[in-house]
Structure formats: structure tokens, C-alpha cells
């Protein structure tokens, strides 16, 4: 057993040696990434003639909207961001190390562009990627999520048809523009056109970008900077449902209510209980609008003119109410016969006259009051009539005026 054992364990421990030795060789790729960094000055900007420009690539695609925040005018983009430049220390012939074409390295050992975003408010709290591929001929290429904080001048007045209008600027913070030339990687059009990573199931839908180069002039230097505007627009499916549907439905059944007879008093219980559901109703979608300092939203006009609305036709109710009840009381021609008068009832109306021959072929006094209160009746179904109709005039009004409000802008 032991002599079998010895030889067997001599031989384990000879392999072990020379796996580790094995291990300890460095493999090509480190070779590589040595013999590329060893010499390497992250400092400099990677040019061999200090009079040329460095290019830098910029490409980008906009993953999501994750939040508009109008209170704050802050707008929460999540981009995936492309950077690519040229750094010809980083060459190799590739034939001298097995046809690697491709290699990572990290971004810490080597000379990046400061780019930054202008109108960013936030740290960047996106993840940090700390490689960069570099292939054979020193081209590098940098890819990283971008979550950008940015201000956004955010105007809300046709919430929930808002369209926002906000813009990214990214600018190499210190170099010149003789020294880092940002470009394009696509063109204009494919950038428009790149819907590729957006998840568009957000509130927010993106309409288009804008993309821009242009140099900017800065105590008598030329920056070169990159801006895209982007323009979204929100899905306002959510907040019709909860705002508006449900505040028309209550102005319809407001609407039924002048079917009841406007003698009745019920008619006034009813528009009130109408007035109240809309004050609750208001009070529970309060928090659902887009607080702002600057402005309100037309939808806040819209709350307000429905509940004037209401308590027009609550007022008509009543007003109906006291032409009937309010003139029996006291014979004595008062404010609102003036008012019948005014309107164009006039005392010597042919319903009147029609009624008193009817009563005067009872002549008893009694008929001729119930006459008298019957012809009063006619009388308010008719105002109520007219001012029913003056009401869906104005509703009219008020409703073509809030549509083309929110369709025009
Ligand atoms: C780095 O520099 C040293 C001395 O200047 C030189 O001996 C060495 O060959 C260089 N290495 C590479 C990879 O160029
Ligand atoms: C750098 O480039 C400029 C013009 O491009 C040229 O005049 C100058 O000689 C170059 N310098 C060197 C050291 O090559
Ligand atoms: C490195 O990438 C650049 C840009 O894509 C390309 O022009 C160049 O041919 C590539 N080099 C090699 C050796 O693949
Ligand atoms: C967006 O705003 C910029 C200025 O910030 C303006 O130049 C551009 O025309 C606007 N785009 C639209 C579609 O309103």
C-alpha cells in the first residue's frame, strides 16, 4: 500500500508544480494588454502632432423616459451611450499575437474624453462600465447606460395633451475644439429614426429627435458640442378616463335633471347632490394633476367651469321655483314678473286670456285662483323651457371652446 501509494503522490505533486508554473506564464491576451499599457501615459491626449484634433464619435439611443417631474422641471432619460475614438499607442499587429483583433482594457489605464452633459442636475447614477474594446488599429469603442437627470423647461398647460420639448448637450467640459472635434456616428436620419432600444410602454411616447453639431463660442474659443432635442408627447389615455369622462358623466346627468318637472322640488336635491359628488370627486383626483408655480393647467380651468356650469343650472332651478312659488305669495306685481315681462310674458298673454274665459264660465273665485296658478305653471315650464335651452347653448359653447383649446396648441 505505501510503496503503491508514494509514487502515485510524487507524481500528483510534480503535476501540481508544473500547473502552477503553467498558470503563472502570462497567457497572450496579458502579454498583449502589458506590452500596449506599459509605456502608456493616460495624460495626454492620444496625438502624436499636438496641432491635430482628436475625433470623438458620439452615438447614442434613447432606452426609456423614466420620469418627468414638472414640479421640479426635471426630466429622467435612460440612455445608451456610444463613445468611439481613435488612440494609435493602442495598435498591435495582430499576426505577432495569434490574430487577436479585439481586446478589452481598462478604461482607468487609458486617456478618455471628458464628455459631459450641460444640462445635467443629478449625478449620474447609472452603472459604471470599466472596460472599452479596443481592436487592431487603436479604434476604441465605449459603451455605457447613461441615466441623465437633466432640467427641462416643462410647460403643462394642455395637460393631458402635453407635448414636451426638452434637450441634451453633451460638450467636452475642457478641451477646445481644435483639440476634440466631437462627430456623429450615424446620420442625422438614422438617428431620427431609431426607435431600436425604446421601451414605449411608459406614460410618455417619443416623437422625434433632433440631433445638432455645432461649435460654441466661449471667451473667444470654439467649443465643439452635440445637442438632440427630443420631442414626447403623453399617452393621456389614463387621465381621461379619471378626469375628464368622469366629470362629463356628472355634467350629463346634470343635464337629465332639467327633464324633471320644475315644479317639483326635487329638481333643486337633486343638482346639489350633483354640486357635492363633484366636490368629492375633485378632491380625490386633486392629486393626480401635475403640481406647477408657473401657470395652471387649462384642465384646472375645466374643474372650475364645470362646477360654474352646475351651479348656473342649480341657480336656473331655482330661480324656475321662485317665479312659481315666489308670485303666489304675494299678489303684488313683483321683481319677477317684471322679469316675465322683460323676457316677453306679457300680463295679457293669449294662454291667460284663454284661462280666464274658462274660468269665467265656472266664476267661482276658487277656479279662477287655480286658473290663475295654471297659467303660472305654463309660464315657468316656458322659462324653464328657454333657460334650459340658453344653458345647453352655453354648455356647447363651453365644450367646442375646451376642444379646440387642447387640439390647438
Ligand atoms: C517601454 O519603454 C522601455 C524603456 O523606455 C523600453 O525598454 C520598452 O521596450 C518599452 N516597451 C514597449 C512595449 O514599447
Ligand atoms: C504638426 O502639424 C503641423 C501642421 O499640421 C506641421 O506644420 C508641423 O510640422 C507638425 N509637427 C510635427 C512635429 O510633426
Ligand atoms: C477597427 O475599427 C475601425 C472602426 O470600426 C475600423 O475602421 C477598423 O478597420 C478596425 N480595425 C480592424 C483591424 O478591424
Ligand atoms: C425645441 O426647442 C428648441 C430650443 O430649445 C427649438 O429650437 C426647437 O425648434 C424646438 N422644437 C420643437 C419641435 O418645438
Request: net charge neutral; aromatic share 12%.
Given at each position: 500500500?505505501?510503496?503503491?501509494?508514494?509514487?502515485?503522490?510524487?507524481?500528483?505533486?510534480?503535476?501540481?508544480?508544473?500547473?502552477?508554473?503553467?498558470?503563472?506564464?502570462?497567457?497572450?491576451?496579458?502579454?498583449?494588454?502589458?506590452?500596449?499599457?506599459?509605456?502608456?501615459?493616460?495624460?495626454?491626449?492620444?496625438?502624436?502632432?499636438?496641432?491635430?484634433?482628436?475625433?470623438?464619435?458620439?452615438?447614442?439611443?434613447?432606452?426609456?423616459?423614466?420620469?418627468?417631474?414638472?414640479?421640479?422641471?426635471?426630466?429622467?432619460?435612460?440612455?445608451?451611450?456610444?463613445?468611439?475614438?481613435?488612440?494609435?499607442?493602442?495598435?498591435?499587429?495582430?499576426?505577432?499575437?495569434?490574430?487577436?483583433?479585439?481586446?478589452?482594457?481598462?478604461?482607468?489605464?487609458?486617456?478618455?474624453?471628458?464628455?459631459?452633459?450641460?444640462?445635467?442636475?443629478?449625478?449620474?447614477?447609472?452603472?459604471?462600465?470599466?472596460?472599452?474594446?479596443?481592436?487592431?488599429?487603436?479604434?476604441?469603442?465605449?459603451?455605457?447606460?447613461?441615466?441623465?437627470?437633466?432640467?427641462?423647461?416643462?410647460?403643462?398647460?394642455?395637460?393631458?395633451?402635453?407635448?414636451?420639448?426638452?434637450?441634451?448637450?453633451?460638450?467636452?467640459?475642457?478641451?477646445?475644439?481644435?483639440?476634440?472635434?466631437?462627430?456623429?456616428?450615424?446620420?442625422?436620419?438614422?438617428?431620427?429614426?431609431?426607435?431600436?432600444?425604446?421601451?414605449?410602454?411608459?406614460?410618455?411616447?417619443?416623437?422625434?429627435?433632433?440631433?445638432?453639431?455645432?461649435?460654441?463660442?466661449?471667451?473667444?474659443?470654439?467649443?465643439?458640442?452635440?445637442?438632440?432635442?427630443?420631442?414626447?408627447?403623453?399617452?393621456?389615455?389614463?387621465?381621461?378616463?379619471?378626469?375628464?369622462?368622469?366629470?362629463?358623466?356628472?355634467?350629463?346627468?346634470?343635464?337629465?335633471?332639467?327633464?324633471?318637472?320644475p315644479e317639483?322640488g326635487?329638481?333643486?336635491?337633486?343638482?346639489?347632490?350633483?354640486?357635492?359628488?363633484?366636490?368629492?370627486?375633485?378632491?380625490?383626483?386633486?392629486?393626480?394633476?401635475?403640481?406647477?408655480?408657473?401657470?395652471?393647467?387649462?384642465?384646472?380651468?375645466?374643474?372650475?367651469?364645470?362646477?360654474?356650469?352646475?351651479?348656473?343650472?342649480?341657480?336656473?332651478?331655482?330661480?324656475v321655483l321662485r317665479v312659481l312659488y315666489g308670485h303666489q305669495e304675494n299678489n303684488t306685481a313683483g321683481v319677477w314678473t317684471?322679469?316675465l315681462?322683460?323676457?316677453?310674458?306679457?300680463?295679457?298673454?293669449?294662454?291667460?286670456?284663454?284661462?280666464?274665459?274658462?274660468?269665467?264660465?265656472?266664476?267661482?273665485s276658487n277656479?279662477d285662483e287655480s286658473g290663475a296658478s295654471s297659467t303660472l305653471l305654463e309660464k315657468a315650464?316656458?322659462l324653464?323651457?328657454?333657460?334650459?335651452?340658453?344653458?345647453?347653448?352655453?354648455?356647447?359653447?363651453?365644450?367646442?371652446?375646451?376642444?379646440?383649446?387642447?387640439?390647438?396648441?
Amino acid at each position: 500500500m505505501p510503496l503503491t501509494g508514494l509514487p502515485s503522490l510524487m507524481l500528483l505533486f510534480v503535476g501540481v508544480l508544473v500547473g502552477g508554473a503553467m498558470a503563472r506564464e502570462p497567457t497572450m491576451l496579458a502579454r498583449l494588454a502589458n506590452n500596449l499599457l506599459q509605456n502608456y501615459t493616460v495624460k495626454v491626449r492620444p496625438v502624436r502632432n499636438w496641432t491635430s484634433t482628436t475625433n470623438v464619435f458620439l452615438d447614442f439611443s434613447i432606452y426609456a423616459i423614466l420620469k418627468v417631474d414638472v414640479k421640479n422641471q426635471m426630466v429622467t432619460t435612460y440612455l445608451w451611450y456610444r463613445e468611439y475614438w481613435l488612440d494609435r499607442r493602442l495598435s498591435w499587429d495582430p499576426s505577432q499575437y495569434e490574430y487577436v483583433e479585439r481586446l478589452s482594457l481598462p478604461i482607468s489605464r487609458m486617456w478618455s474624453p471628458d464628455i459631459v452633459i450641460s444640462e445635467l442636475v443629478e449625478e449620474d447614477t447609472s452603472l459604471e462600465v470599466p472596460y472599452v474594446y479596443v481592436n487592431s488599429t487603436g479604434f476604441i469603442t465605449h459603451l455605457r447606460p447613461l441615466r441623465a437627470v437633466t432640467t427641462c423647461i416643462l410647460n403643462i398647460f394642455s395637460f393631458p395633451f402635453d407635448k414636451q420639448n426638452c434637450s441634451l448637450t453633451f460638450a467636452a467640459w475642457t478641451y477646445t475644439a481644435s483639440e476634440v472635434t466631437l462627430v456623429l456616428r450615424r446620420t442625422i436620419e438614422q438617428l431620427r429614426k431609431d426607435r431600436f432600444a425604446f421601451v414605449s410602454g411608459g406614460e410618455w411616447e417619443l416623437l422625434d429627435i433632433v440631433p445638432y453639431l455645432w461649435l460654441q463660442k466661449k471667451d473667444g474659443k470654439l467649443y465643439s458640442q452635440f445637442r438632440f432635442n427630443m420631442i414626447i408627447k403623453r399617452r393621456p389615455l389614463f387621465y381621461v378616463v379619471n378626469l375628464l369622462v368622469p366629470s362629463l358623466i356628472l355634467m350629463i346627468v346634470d343635464l337629465a335633471g332639467f327633464l324633471l318637472p320644475p315644479e317639483c322640488g326635487e329638481r333643486v336635491s337633486f343638482k346639489v347632490t350633483i354640486l357635492l359628488g363633484y366636490f368629492v370627486f375633485l378632491t380625490t383626483v386633486v392629486g393626480i394633476l401635475p403640481a406647477t408655480a408657473q401657470g395652471t393647467p387649462l384642465i384646472g380651468v375645466y374643474f372650475v367651469v364645470c362646477i360654474a356650469l352646475l351651479v348656473i343650472s342649480l341657480l336656473e332651478t331655482v330661480l324656475v321655483l321662485r317665479v312659481l312659488y315666489g308670485h303666489q305669495e304675494n299678489n303684488t306685481a313683483g321683481v319677477w314678473t317684471t322679469l316675465l315681462i322683460s323676457l316677453g310674458f306679457s300680463p295679457d298673454n293669449k294662454d291667460k286670456s284663454l284661462t280666464h274665459t274658462q274660468g269665467s264660465e265656472n266664476s267661482t273665485s276658487n277656479n279662477d285662483e287655480s286658473g290663475a296658478s295654471s297659467t303660472l305653471l305654463e309660464k315657468a315650464y316656458q322659462l324653464d323651457k328657454i333657460l334650459t335651452f340658453c344653458y345647453l347653448l352655453l354648455i356647447s359653447c363651453v365644450v367646442v371652446g375646451f376642444v379646440l383649446a387642447w387640439a390647438l396648441p
